[in-house]
């Protein structure tokens, strides 16, 4: 009988790289700052999965995911009255930002028009992230946006 003996292990060259997902979730169900504390929310998550990864966070990158918070946020306080629930999940290859609202109004898309004062999100969304899911829960409706982390 043979037996194989693993080589020694060598002492790793860089600290470990944190793979698990990182997540948070917060409650942004209207109140006057909760945009802000949202945009906030966003800004911390995104410091510790700068953290996690041991890679810097770019600027871009972090503008990117508190704009489409802010844009997510801002329509489920503007179409419901009940409960706004805001998740942010990273890992190594893209922020996963989902909010939930109780409202079962699916946001629309219009044509791009410049001259249109407001119904840009959607348009925006679609040009920020790799992925954009709508789709209605028991409870209301629940967007899911995924941005790619380059």
């Given at each position: 009988m043979t037996y194989h003996l693993p080589d020694p292990v060598?002492?790793?060259?860089?600290?470990?790289?944190?793979?698990?997902p990182l997540y948070c979730a917060a409650d942004c169900s209207g109140e006057a700052g909760s945009i802000a504390d949202a945009r906030h929310c966003?800004?911390?998550?995104?410091?510790?999965?700068?953290?996690?990864?041991?890679?810097?966070?770019?600027?871009?990158?972090?503008?990117?995911?508190?704009?489409?918070?802010t844009e997510l946020v801002t329509n489920a306080n503007r179409y419901t009255h009940g409960p706004c629930l805001l998740e942010l999940e990273g890992a190594v290859?893209?922020?996963i930002i989902t909010v939930s609202d109780s409202s079962t109004a699916l946001p629309r898309a219009f044509p791009p028009d410049p001259q249109?004062?407001?119904?840009?999100?959607?348009?925006?969304?679609?040009?920020?992230?790799?992925?954009?899911?709508?789709?209605?829960v028991p409870v209301g409706k629940r967007i899911r946006a995924v941005i790619a982390i380059s």
């Open positions: 060598q002492p790793p060259t860089a600290p470990p790289v944190h793979v698990a966003a800004g911390t998550f995104m410091d510790r999965l700068a953290a996690a990864l041991g890679v810097p966070v770019s600027d871009r990158l972090r503008y990117d995911v508190q704009l489409v918070v290859g893209s922020v249109r004062v407001g119904g840009h999100g959607i348009e925006i969304l679609q040009r920020i992230c790799q992925e954009l899911i709508v789709e209605r």
